[in-house]
């Protein structure tokens, strides 16, 4: 199994920025595309902006110039820098990473969530 877990949501003015972090962890085998999802009260789950291995990125049309997705294969772990953040940007924010272990084929592995508040 692999375990995502993610850090760095909280509480922020309209405008001010904040940086998601999420580390992928567990018996990795290879890990392919890694991504955020965020859902806000009352909507579904919606893609804000996937990397591939290669870094190959990409990103919700909302959420483009305002957001940078990165990551450290190294470190198996993913990034999400957000900028001039906006009160519809509220919400939980999942990490989403697809991935092999030694012990299981490929699939899409998701964590616990983190909230971002943007406050007007």
């Not at 692999?2 to 940086?19: D, F, I, K, P």
């Not at 591939?52 to 198996?76: C, E, L, P, Q």
């Not at 001039?84 to 012990?103: H, M």
């Amino acid at each position: 199994q692999v375990q995502l877990m993610e850090s760095g949501g909280g509480l922020v003015q309209a405008g001010g920025s904040l940086r998601l972090s999420c580390a992928a962890s567990g018996s990795i085998l290879n890990i392919n595309a890694m991504g955020w999802y965020r859902q806000a009260p009352g909507k579904q789950r919606e893609l804000v902006a996937t990397i591939a291995s290669g870094s190959n990125t990409n990103y919700a049309d909302s959420v483009k110039g305002r957001f940078t997705i990165s990551r450290d294969n190294a470190k198996d772990t993913v990034y999400l820098q957000m900028n001039s953040l906006k009160p519809e940007d509220t919400g939980v924010y999942f990490c989403n990473a697809d991935a092999s272990t030694w012990r299981t084929a490929r699939r899409n592995y998701w964590g616990q969530g983190t909230q971002v508040t943007v406050s007007s």
